[in-house]
């Protein structure tokens, strides 16, 4: 999802090829051996196999909103490795063995974190929305969505504000695509969308 944020908002036409995990199509396989999504094949042949990668490698190409401007890398970093780390054993306790309710309060910290930081200037790292943002808030949206009641009972104001304000974007409209998964022969979704000030 951040990775389509970042595509969609440097206007970065692309062709979008869903998989299914359980059945990985060999063309993923060939581009990248490790079979993780997203994988991005530039023009030139390049792969690049890391959402963040991708988010960079499309603004440094084009920026129009200054998405770069608004960074953060510790934060995007504490996000990445502790905050994902909890959410994984909150929202999937079978599959880790874990004690769901101590990984929310964990993740519930970083929340607190953020809501201060946007309590600030509206967005993670000033007025307007940058890279630190689009690459936290799908995860944010994650956590929120594990147990809707308990998230809305939270103290989290302005954290809340700022997620339904980036869920309600034309921006995140604009990627919100659901393909069938792609088969060998199948003509993939082409997509550029050009960021709206929504």
């Known amino acids: 999802m951040r990775a389509r944020l970042a595509l969609a908002a440097s206007g970065t036409p692309y062709e979008l090829r869903e998989v299914r995990l359980s059945d990985k199509p060999a063309e993923l396989l060939a581009a990248s051996p490790k079979g993780t999504v997203p994988v991005l094949q530039t023009a030139d042949g390049a792969v690049i196999e890391e959402s963040l990668a991708i988010m960079r490698w499309a603004l440094e190409a084009h920026d129009p909103e200054g998405w770069l401007t608004r960074d953060d890398p510790g934060l995007i970093a504490g996000n990445d490795g502790m905050f994902k780390h909890h959410l994984d054993r909150y929202k999937y306790p079978d599959r880790h063995g874990s004690e769901p309710d101590r990984h929310r ?3 519930l910290r970083f929340l607190q974190n953020l809501d201060a930081r946007i309590a ?14 689009a690459a936290i808030m799908p995860f944010v949206r994650q956590f929120a969505a594990v147990d809707r009641d308990w998230f809305e009972a939270q103290p989290l104001p302005d954290l809340k504000a700022w997620l339904a304000k980036h869920l309600a974007s034309d921006l995140f409209d604009s990627i919100m695509h659901r393909p069938t998964p792609w088969s060998r022969g199948d003509q993939p979704l082409v997509l550029c969308s050009a960021a709206s000030t929504n």
């Open 120 to 133: 600030i200037a509206g967005q993670l790292c000033g007025l307007e929305r940058g890279i630190a943002d």
């Open 105 to 107: 309060d964990e993740g």
